[in-house]
């Protein structure tokens, strides 16, 4: 069983950053990619960002893209997601995924979930 432990999530004004990180525990084997999704109240959840094995690949969500950076930790069991000049639209819970197979934006391919994080976007 793997665990994902999200961090860094919080209140932060229009424009401003947050740096969110996934530490990935347990029986982990062999390579997996890593991911971002989120849920605002009354949505459904949407995927934000995933990133492959290496660390040599990278896919975003239209609405984050210039603004969001996902990256891998040096040890490959943590990612995280520097997400800067913030809107109000990006308030929502944030959780980490990890997937055996290969990464897309699709929330059914992603076997691992964590608890997720809370980011409020104050206007």
């Known amino acids: 069983q793997v665990q994902l432990v999200e961090s860094g999530g919080g209140p932060v004004q229009a424009g401003g950053s947050l740096r969110l990180s996934c530490a990935a525990s347990?029986?982990?084997?062999?390579?997996?990619?890593m991911g971002w999704f989120r849920q605002g109240t009354g949505k459904e959840r949407e995927f934000v960002a995933a990133?492959?094995?290496?660390?040599?690949?990278?896919r975003y969500a239209d609405s984050v893209k210039g603004r969001f950076t996902i990256s891998r930790g040096n040890a490959k069991n943590t990612v995280y997601l520097q997400m800067n000049s913030l809107k109000p639209e990006d308030t929502a819970v944030y959780y980490c995924?990890?997937?055996?197979?290969?990464?897309?934006?699709?929330?059914?391919?992603?076997?691992?979930w964590g608890q997720g994080t809370q980011v409020t976007v104050s206007s």
């Open positions: 347990g029986r982990i084997f062999g390579s997996y990619a």
């Open positions: 995924t990890a997937t055996r197979s290969t990464y897309n934006g699709l929330a059914q391919t992603y076997e691992y």
């Open positions: 990133i492959s094995w290496s660390g040599g690949s990278t």
